[in-house]
Structure formats: C-alpha cells, structure tokens
C-alpha cells in the first residue's frame, strides 16, 4: 500500500518567485552602486587630511570647552528655546482648524481638498528652506526660523490630527449625534476625547522635533545656536563646537525624557 | 407615537436595505423588531434619527415629519428620541457623570456645555438616574474602567436623561453575557413602563423578545414579515424569518414558566442542549 | 470629591476645587511663558521689515517666473547626486543600525549592563544631531562633497533605523521564540528563525520610510556644502539668480513626489 517514497528536495523558496526578476534586481543594484559610487568625484588627499582633523575634533570633546564663547552659546541656546516654544503653540493652534477641515469624516469635500492642499504644501519643503525665503523676507533673526517652524508644524501636525479624527470610533460620534448635540458640542463631546491623548503626545514630539530643527535654521540666518555652531566650526573652534553639541545632545535628551513620561501621565 | 410611512433605503452600493416598511408604535408601547444579521432592523431604526438618511418614505413622530427636516429642526427632534447602542457607544475617555449629561446637550448651550455647567435639576436627574439603575457610587469613573452591563446601564441613563418620547434600542445585550443580557432588558422595560415611552428594541435573541415585549415585528430582507404577539411566534413564522432550523426548543422555554425560572433554565437549556420540565 | 451636597441636592463639577485651581495655574504658566518667549523673539525683530514683507514677497514671486527651463541641463547632475547621497547613506545606515538594533534590545542585547547602555547612547547622540549639523561637521573635517553628505545622512539615520528596529525587537511574540528555544536551537539559530522572520516586515518598512525622508533632507545638504542639489540652491540664491531658484524648487517638489510614491508602492509591495 504504502509505496516508498523517493527522497525529495527542498529548498526553501525564494522571496521573488521569477529567478529571471530575482537575478536582474540584483544586476541593476550592483550597476546602480557602481554607477552612483563612480559618479562621487572624492578627494582621496583631502579625505586623508580629514583623519588628523577627525582626531583633533574627538580629543575637543575631552574636555569641550563652555566657557570662552560661553555668553554666546548661552545667547543662541536661549533663542532656540524661544523659537521651539512659540512656534510649536502657534504651529499646533493653527492646524487644529486645517486639521479638523482635513479630516474627510468631519469636513464638507472643497473644504477638505482646500486644506490638504494647505497641508501638502507646508510638508514638502524642509524646514531649512523656508527659513532661507523668511530670513530674505522678514531679515536675519528668530523671527524667520519661528515663520519656519510654524509652518513645519502645521503640515506635521495638521497631518496626523486629520488621520487621528479619521480613525476615531464612529460608534461614539453617532452616539452623541444622536442625543441632538450641535456641531461644536459634538467636536467637544465625541471627538475631542477620542483624539486627546494621542495629540498631547504628538505635540511634545513635535516639540522636541522643532527644537532639533531650530538649531539648523541658524545656519541660514533664521537665529538660534545655529549661527554659533557654524562660527565654531569655520574657525575651526572644535573644542567650542564640541560643547555645543554636547549641550544639544543633552537638551533633546532631557525633552526626550520627559515626553515619555508625560505621554505615560496622560493616558 | 411613531408612524413610519413607505421608509425606503438604497445605500450608495446598490443594496436595497429597505423595502417600502410601514410601522406604527403607539405610545407607552414597546415592540421587538427580530431578523437575522442583514435584515435591515439597524438601517430601520437609524433611519428614524436620521443617523442614516432615507432615499425614500415618511417617518412622523406625534405629528412632527422627520424625514426632510432641516439641520437644527433635526437636532431639536433628535432631543426627543433616545438612543442606546450594541456596544455601548459611550465616549470612554470621559468620566460616567458626563456621559450622562452629553443626553443634555441639544438642551443647553455649547459654552455652558464646554464649561460643564449644566443646570442643577439636570444633574439632580442625572443622580437620580444612575441611582435607578445603581450606579451613582460611580459618577467619576472613566467609562472605559466599567464593566459590559455597567456601560450599557449608563447608555441607558444617557437616553433617558434627553427625557425623549421615543427609545431607539439597538441590540442592547449583544455584547453581554445571558444573566446580564436579561437584567438589562428587563430595565429598559420597567423604565418604559415607568415613563410610558414607545420603543423600538432591535434584538436577534429571540428568546429574550418574547420574554420582555408584548409585540414582535419580524424583519426578513428589508421587508416585515411578522407583526403579532409573542405567542403566535411559530416555527413556520420564524422558518420564514431566520430560515430553516429546529425552533420547537425555543418556543418550549418560554411555555408555562414565570419569567426569573425561564430566565435561569433557557440559560440552561443553551448550555445543555434541552429544556428541563420542572412542574 | 468633584461632589457634594448642597440644601438637600448633589451639586456636581467635573473637577474638585483643587483640581481646577491647578488646572488654571498650570494654563496661566504657559500663557505667561509664551508671552515672554514672544518678547524676547519680537525684541530681535526688525519690525519694518516684517511689515514691508508682503511687498517683497511679491517681488521676489515675480521675480520668479517663468523659471528659467533651460538650467534643467545643469540640474540633472545634481538630483543624480541627491538620490545617491539618500540611497548609499540609507544602506551604510542600516548595516550599522541592525546590529547596534540587536544590542540594544532588551531581549537580545548580549549584555544589559554594559552593551545596551553603549547601544543606547549611539542612538540618542545620532538621532539628537540633525543631518545638516552632521553634514557641517563633515564638510569641516572631510572637506565638501558628495561623501560628506553621504556619510551625514548615514549617521543621522543609524539611530533612527535602530530605534525603531529594536522597539520592533522587543515586541515580538515571544512564544514563537520559546516554540524554537524548546527544540534545543543554538543563540543564532534562535535569531534566524524565531526573530528574523517576526520582524522582517517592520525592518523593510523601516528602510523604505526613512529612505524616503532621507530623499528630502538630501536636497539640503547641498547648503552647507555636502553634495546635492542643495549646492545649486545656494548658489542661486546668492547670486540673485531666482529664475534659477524657482525651477529648482520645482524639481525638490517633483523628486520629492516622485520619491513618495515609489516608497508607498515599495511598501505596499513588501506588507
């Protein structure tokens, strides 16, 4: 009955069924790498010279040296923390009505495409480069890098408040829709309940983002400690820079902290 | 109270969920509608609240015509017309006490509401209401800390609290284990009664409906198929509506037992398989 | 309580007195501190300027148009350049982040005490650092160029991909791996074929995300002389060339696109 069955083979099978598909991507990665690592015009002499430099910038971090442009690394700190705080409040504020308008369950349908649009455009270019146009504009100084910021945070945070409301429990909107409530005591009732939580959370991570971001803008003029860490390291200041990276590393890494537990406190 | 007229509904898909129902529940009168999944009894009810908007037909409420009301006349009949939901429906992240007072909100305005400051007899009728169905130690409670039946206990104070003509109850026990399923039906019955308010129950559990409600509607593609007592609720009506199946064991429950006995044996009986004959 | 009684009926406030005092307090703080931040920010502000602005604007908007089509020759260097500095600096970033991911995961790390906190502190110091700050370090030490920008985004990436690679680690289902633990599998066999496959998805998912942000902070780099069409971008800019600028923003925007929907539909295909 039981015929003996011959020993069979196996391999485990592959990730792309087509061998011919599996082998060409293969073919065009290893072209594309050589053509992208050919095309890279490198300095091998000036690269070799970077080494010396490399060591002298990791010695300047021990010890990094605060205090000869201490007034000044104080100066550019503070204006980034400035910047952080009133761009992220005026950032969030402004994208709660695009958000609620971009929300596709809450909106009327131009409305909606009217303030995606808002929301595309404000997302594609980076921060630093709006912060290029302000500082044309508006002239050097925190004034430009908080324009960028708030913008930033629009897109950002615009974003993610039309995608939390899109995903809220229908359930408990119709539950008070049912009860005869208006529109605004719907949003206060049914909506903001649901979507609270996640967006307390998001906005101290968008804090956290802008103060990154903020240190860069300087960088083009838009204020900050950018403006003093470019100084640094063009006159070749690495002991100086290295402290200021040290005190930007520890920032983030204090605000990182505490977000978390803020985030565990809400829920 | 509520008369429906020719309610049609054709979702955007095509699906016809309604067929032309004609409804009437006079007041103080509390009706079953029964069907299996897909029948139409959820599109039914929402589309007397308007929560789900009719292509076609009439729904009156008293003498009010609810169908082509205007946005703010919708929310002013909305405030007469109580919903409970399957799965609660409360907003869980706030606490019991403003689940209560969200019936309130077609009655006050939106800064009095944003505030929470509601009027005083309101909140002494929210405390009497989660008094009457046992909760008022729970007032401060995140709703997503009580249990199934405590839930819906508060969905229940939140229809009743908007002091509505009408009760729009959509598959209550659904979510609820048989003693509780019981328990909450049993409330909703003793408070109409108490209030003298007309309802619509939405309830698959056929058991239930016969042993609670003095009138069963049978929803079966759109279309009612069944409007009478419980009693005349026989095989062939229920073949009709839910299709073939053996239904003698249903029936013989709810026979010649007081309802607390039927509540524990049909229990029983879905457990075990038979119905016991105690004398 | 929120509650008490008052001539015989429950008076009800969804806070208690306390409560809602610290609730004030804690809204007048923030009110205040920004109000200060405002200052100091409107302070260093050169209020004609502001004032002035939509003027300017117009003028630099027709400044702008028509972009000038015909430097589109001169571009395609640049963008090619873009999209490897992205690409290659992805790939360095993963090499390095996998096993620096597997480190600092509680549940794969080969030593808490020592390893993970190492791991950890690799993460945090690169995400901490923005990739333009990386670039700037590097164009100091390395001299400007392509490789700059390729190596900053590839620091700048490690601790992300690591991030999210090991917080996937850690929440895998752990009974898959104690399934291949009871058939008396070796510590790299566990990984292979209890850990690798739960969080194959996730790490490709990784890749192509970060990936695509990559695409967009490349087009900066060029700012401060990493590579890219950034380069391009300043030097426009400081000759007043805006012609030169517009059309230049357009092709961020289109790459940008272009990049976006490539990595939606990379994704789609791999989940």
């Known amino acids: 009955m039981n015929q003996p069955v011959a020993s069979r083979t196996w391999k485990r099978p592959p990730f792309i069924q087509s061998a011919l598909l599996r082998w060409g991507l293969w073919v065009c990665l290893a072209i594309y790498l050589a053509l992208a690592i050919g095309s890279m015009e490198i300095d091998w002499g000036r690269v070799g010279e970077g080494a010396t430099r490399s060591t002298r910038f990791i010695a300047a971090f021990f010890p990094p040296d605060f205090s000869s442009r201490w007034d000044s690394i104080y100066e550019g700190i503070m204006e980034s923390l400035w910047m952080t705080i009133t761009s992220t409040v005026v950032g969030i504020m402004l994208s709660i009505p695009v958000g609620l308008g971009a929300a596709r369950n809450l909106s009327w349908r131009p409305v909606y495409l009217f303030c995606r649009g808002i929301l595309a455009v404000s997302r594609t270019f980076p921060e630093i480069i709006l912060a290029i146009f302000f500082v044309k504009l508006f002239g050097f100084g925190p004034f430009a890098g908080f324009l960028a910021l708030s913008v930033g945070t629009i897109g950002f945070y615009g974003k993610l408040l039309a995608e939390d409301i899109e995903d809220m429990d229908p359930v408990q909107a119709e539950a008070i829709k049912s009860v005869g409530a208006g529109w605004l005591q719907w949003l206060n009732y049914a909506v903001q309940p649901q979507v609270m939580p996640r967006m307390i959370g998001l906005g101290i991570y968008r804090l956290d983002i802008n103060f990154r971001e903020s240190a860069v803008v300087g960088i083009v003029g838009g204020g900050g400690i950018g403006a003093t860490l470019l100084t640094s390291f063009d006159r070749y200041e690495f002991d100086s820079a290295a402290a200021i990276l040290l005190v930007i590393i520890g920032i983030v890494m204090v605000m990182e902290y505490s977000s978390g537990y803020i985030r565990r406190w809400v829920q | 109270m509520l008369r429906i007229e020719n309610l049609e509904k054709r979702y955007q898909t095509g699906d016809l969920a309604l067929k032309s129902v004609n409804l009437e529940v006079p007041k103080g009168q509390v009706m079953a509608l029964i069907g299996p999944s897909g029948a139409g009894k959820s599109t039914l009810i929402r589309c007397v609240n308007r929560l789900v908007e009719p292509t076609a037909g009439k729904v009156f409420l008293g003498d009010l015509e609810l169908a082509h009301l205007g946005s703010s006349a919708l929310r002013r009949a909305r405030t007469r017309m109580g919903m409970i939901f399957q799965e609660y429906a409360l907003v869980e992240r706030l606490s019991v006490m403003e689940n209560v007072l969200s019936g309130r909100l077609g009655y006050v305005g939106f800064w009095r509401s944003y505030l929470r400051k509601f009027p005083q007899s309101d909140i002494d009728e929210a405390f009497n209401l989660l008094q009457r169905v046992g909760l008022d130690h729970m007032a401060d409670k995140r709703a997503d800390e009580l249990s199934g039946g405590q839930r819906q206990r508060v969905g229940i104070c939140r229809a009743l609290i908007q002091n509505p003509d009408l009760l729009l109850v959509d598959e209550p026990t659904a979510s609820l284990d048989p003693k509780t399923s019981r328990q909450i039906m049993r409330l909703i019955c003793e408070l109409c009664e108490e209030r003298q308010l007309a309802a619509i129950i939405n309830i698959h559990d056929v058991l239930l409906a016969q042993m609670f409600t003095r009138r069963i509607v049978g929803l079966q593609l759109g279309a009612i198929v069944y409007d009478g007592p419980p009693d005349q609720l026989s095989p062939d009506v229920l073949t009709q509506i839910y299709g073939e199946e053996d239904w003698e064991a249903t029936i013989e429950a709810t026979k010649d037992l007081d309802e607390d006995e039927a509540d524990v044996l049909a229990v029983a009986e879905k457990v075990i398989g038979r119905p016991g004959a105690p004398s | ?271």
Not at chain 3, 205 to 229: H, K, M, P, Y
Not at chain 3, 249 to 257: F, M, P, Q
Request: proline share 4%.
């Open chain 3, 1 to 271: 309580m929120p509650t008490r009684d008052h001539n015989g009926s429950k008076i009800w406030h969804l806070r208690s007195t306390k409560h809602q005092l610290a609730v004030w307090f804690g809204w007048l703080l923030g009110v205040a501190i920004f109000v200060y931040c405002w200052r100091l920010i409107s302070d260093k502000t050169i209020w004609f300027f502001v004032t002035d602005a939509p003027k300017q604007a117009a003028d630099m908007a027709s400044r702008m148009v028509p972009p000038k089509w015909s430097y589109m020759d001169v571009l395609w260097g640049p963008v090619w350049d873009t999209i490897n500095i992205a690409t290659i600096g992805t790939m360095i970033a993963i090499v390095i982040a996998v096993p620096v991911a597997f480190c600092a995961a509680r549940n794969t790390t080969p030593s808490v005490h020592f390893v993970r906190p190492v791991a950890l502190f690799i993460i945090v110091a690169s995400r901490s650092i923005n990739s333009l700050i990386w670039a700037l370090m590097l164009v100091t030490l390395i001299g400007p160029g392509v490789l700059a920008g390729v190596i900053a985004i590839g620091l700048r990436s490690i601790g992300f991909c690591a991030k999210l690679l090991y917080e996937a680690i850690e929440e895998i289902d752990h009974s898959q791996v104690e399934a291949i633990i009871a058939t008396g599998a070796s510590r790299g066999q566990q990984l292979s074929f209890g850990i690798v496959p739960q969080i194959m998805p996730a790490f490709a998912g990784i890749s192509v995300f970060r990936w695509d942000i990559n695409i967009r902070e490349s087009t900066v780099l060029g700012l401060v002389g990493a590579g890219g069409i950034g380069l391009q971008l300043d030097a426009s800019i400081s000759t007043l060339a805006w012609t030169q600028v517009s059309l230049i923003l357009l092709v961020i925007l289109a790459t940008v696109i272009v990049s976006e929907w490539v990595s939606a539909k990379i994704r789609h295909a791999i989940i």
